[in-house]
C-alpha cells in the first residue's frame, strides 16, 4: 500500500520536478556505492597488518605497512572529500546555484556591452565564474592531499610557492583552451540546423585530436622541464627495441617529474610517423634526482622544490626500463590505443546525437531553473553530466574491464619480446616505490582497478621467468 500510494504521488509531480528528483537520487546513489565500495577496501587496509605468505618473496615487512598506512590515509581523504563535493553538488542544485550563476554572468556580460542576444558571451563568463568557483573550493583539499598526505608518505617534492605558481598556471592554460573551443562549439550548434550534432562532433574529435599532438610539444613543457635522453647504452635499446616491433620512434625524452612528486610514470605520444617517448626521471634509477646528494653551492631550482635525498634507491635499472617500455609499445602495437579512440568517439557521436534528440525538451531545463530560456551550454550540462550520468556510469566500469584485459595483453607482449623477467621485478619496485597496497577486495578491484591487481600480473609473467 505504501508503495502503491508512493507511486501515484511520484506519477502526480510534474515532469520537470521528477527529472530534478530522479537526477539527485542517482547521484547519491552512486555516492553511497561508493562509499560502500571505499568501506570495503578501507577495512583491507585495517586488518591485513601482515605480509600475506604469497607475497613474501615480493615484499618486506616494513615497506608493507608503510603501503598500508599510505593507502588507509588515502581512502581516509577521498571519503571526507567524496562526502564534501557530494553534499556541496546537493547543496548546488537544492538552491539553484546554477540559474543563479547563469544570471550573474547575464549582469557581467550586460555591464561589458553584452545583451541577452549574445549568449555566447554569457556562456563564457558563466564557465569562468564556473571552473573559479571549483578550483577556490577544490583548493583546501588539494593542499591537503599535497602538503599533509603526500608530504607525511614522502612523495610530495613541492613548496607552497611552487603549489601555488603551477596552480595559476594550470588555471590559467586551462582557461585559454577551455573558452574558444567552447564558444566555437556553440557557435557550431547555433548555426549548424538539423545535423548539428554531425559538425560538433567532428568538431571535438579535430580539437582532441590537436590536443594530443600539441599537449608533450608545447602544453607540458610549460608545467615541466623536457630534455632528450642522453645518448648512451639505455637510449641504443629503447631504439633497438622500438625498431625490432617498427615502432616509428623519432625522439626519446626525459621529464623532471621529480619536481613535483616522487611517484613515476613513462609514456608515448604522437601519430603516424612521428612518435615521441617520455621517461619520468623518477622511473630511471640512474637519473632520478632522488637518489643523488645535491651538489655542493646547488640552490638554483631547490628553492623551488625541495629535493629531498631518499635512503633507498627509486627508480628501475635499465633492462627493467627496457620491460616497462615493452609493455607500453604492447598497447601500440596490439592497437590499444587505436581501439580506446575509436571507442571515445563513437561513444561521443552517440552522445551529440542523444543530445540533438533532447535538447528541444523544455522540461529538462525546467527542471534545473530555467523556465524561460535554454541556453545551449545550459542544455550540454544538464544532459551530458547529469541525464547520461547512469549511462556514463556503466561505460566507465566497462571501460575499467576493458582496460584490464588491455593491460594483461601488454604484459604479454612484453613477456613475447623475452621481457617477462625484468617485467616482473619492475612492477615489484614500482609498487614498492609508489607505496601501493597489493591486497584489494575483489568488489573494490573489479569497479575501481583500470590495472589488475600486482599478485595477478605477477602471477601471468611467472611462468616464463621461470622458463
Known sequence: AVMALSGDLWAELPAERRIFCSVLLFSWAVYLWEAFLAHRQRRVYRTTMHVPQELGQIMDSETFE???????????????????????????????????????????????????????????????????????????????????????????????????????????????????????????????????????????????????????????????????????????????????????????????????????????????????????????????????????????????????????????????????????LGHWKLGHTVKNIIISQVNSFLCFFLFAVLIGQKELFAAFGFYDTQPTLIGLMIIFQFIFSPYNEVLSFCLTVLSRRFEFQADAFAKELGKAKDLYSALIKLNKDNLGFPVSDWIFSMWHYSHPPLLERLQALKDAKQE
Not at 96 to 120: C, D, M, N, T, V
Open 66 to 328: 608503510k603501503s598500508r598506512l599510505y593507502q588507509l590515509d588515502k581512502s581516509t581523504f577521498s571519503f571526507w572529500s567524496g562526502l564534501y563535493s557530494e553534499v556541496e553538488g546537493t547543496m548546488i542544485l537544492l538552491c539553484g546555484g546554477i540559474p543563479f550563476l547563469w544570471k550573474l554572468s547575464g549582469q557581467i556580460s550586460g555591464r561589458a556591452g553584452f545583451g541577452p542576444e549574445y549568449e555566447i558571451v554569457q556562456s563564457l563568463v558563466f564557465l569562468l565564474l564556473a571552473t573559479l568557483f571549483s578550483a577556490v573550493t577544490g583548493l583546501p583539499w588539494s593542499l591537503y592531499n599535497t602538503f599533509v598526505i603526500e608530504e607525511k608518505h614522502g612523495f610530495n617534492q613541492q613548496t607552497l610557492g611552487f603549489f601555488f605558481k603551477d596552480a595559476i598556471k594550470k588555471f590559467v592554460v586551462t582557461q585559454c583552451i577551455l573558452l574558444p573551443v567552447t564558444s566555437l562549439l556553440l557557435y557550431i550548434i547555433k548555426i549548424g540546423g538539423d545535423y548539428f550534432f554531425i559538425y560538433a562532433w567532428f568538431f571535438t574529435l579535430v580539437v582532441s585530436l590537436v590536443l594530443v599532438t600539441i599537449y608533450a610539444d608545447y602544453i607540458a613543457p610549460l608545467f615541466d622541464k623536457f630534455i632528450p635522453l642522453p645518448e648512451g647504452e639505455l637510449k641504443q635499446q629503447i631504439e633497438t627495441m622500438a625498431k625490432s616491433i617498427d615502432f616509428p620512434l623519432t625522439k626519446v625524452y626525459v621529464v623532471e617529474g621529480s619536481k613535483r612528486s616522487s611517484h613515476s610514470n613513462a609514456y608515448f605520444y604522437g601519430f603516424f610517423k612521428n612518435k615521441r617517448i617520455v621517461l619520468f626521471d623518477t622511473l630511471l634509477e640512474d637519473y632520478s634526482a632522488l637518489n643523488k646528494e645535491p651538489a655542493e653551492g646547488e640552490d638554483g631550482e631547490n628553492e623551488e622544490t625541495k629535493s629531498k635525498t631518499k635512503n633507498k634507491k627509486q627508480g628501475c635499472k635499465n633492462e627493467e626500463v627496457l620491460a616497462v617500455l615493452g609493455h607500453e
